[in-house]
């Protein structure tokens, strides 16, 4: 009789005891902006203090189920570890979130200031246009699966996608490819 009180009690103990919290659901998140910024200019520093990119538009949209940043009239400039500057512009951009990947769509143009540090055969300024050009900033490579034209000093190249390697200093044109090389003049001696 002691056993079935106490089993009872047991049972009603359990019955009456609320719930324990449980883990929360997860919520699927869309993709609608959390953030919105206007006319914004946003910096970056390296861990020495020093500038390492502007980047400004005039609207911005955070969408957290990508983490990503849509830019509207995105214009960029950077600054790498020897001080050359590259500017870059597009109609609309795309940023993940710690920047190392750049989407640029529409009208997009980066350009890389000639190096004359570099003697006696200075970097000359390189330009890449394009209606999409997808850059790469921790391993300095610039992709695009659509038509881009190359300036580089005075020469000219264009091809229907590129693959460019800043690092190892290769580009790859597939595609219907053109170039135009122009001569460098000779001294006389």
Do not use: C
């Amino acid at each position: 009789m002691l056993m079935a009180v106490l089993a009872l009690g047991s049972y009603w103990l359990v019955r009456t005891t609320p719930p324990s919290e449980s883990a929360p659901v997860p919520t699927l998140l869309s993709h609608t902006p959390d953030y919105m910024m206007d006319g914004f200019s946003v910096q970056s520093f390296d861990t020495a203090g020093r500038l390492r990119s502007i980047v400004k538009g005039t609207q911005a949209r955070h969408y957290p189920d990508t983490q990503w940043t849509e830019i509207d009239a995105i214009r960029i400039r950077s600054f790498d570890t020897k001080g050359r500057v590259t500017n870059a512009s597009a109609l609309r951009g795309l940023s993940n979130e710690d920047g190392s990947e750049v989407q640029l769509l529409g009208n997009a143009l980066v350009v890389r200031d000639a190096d004359l540090t570099t003697q006696p055969n200075p970097t000359p300024r390189i330009q890449y246009k394009g209606e999409f050009l997808h850059a790469f900033t921790n391993t300095e490579m610039v992709t695009s699966h659509l038509p881009v034209e190359i300036e580089r000093g005075s020469d000219r190249f264009s091809g229907n996608t590129m693959n460019f390697d800043n690092v190892a200093q290769t580009l790859k044109l597939e595609g219907r490819v053109r170039g135009t090389i122009v001569p460098k003049k000779q001294k006389l001696e």
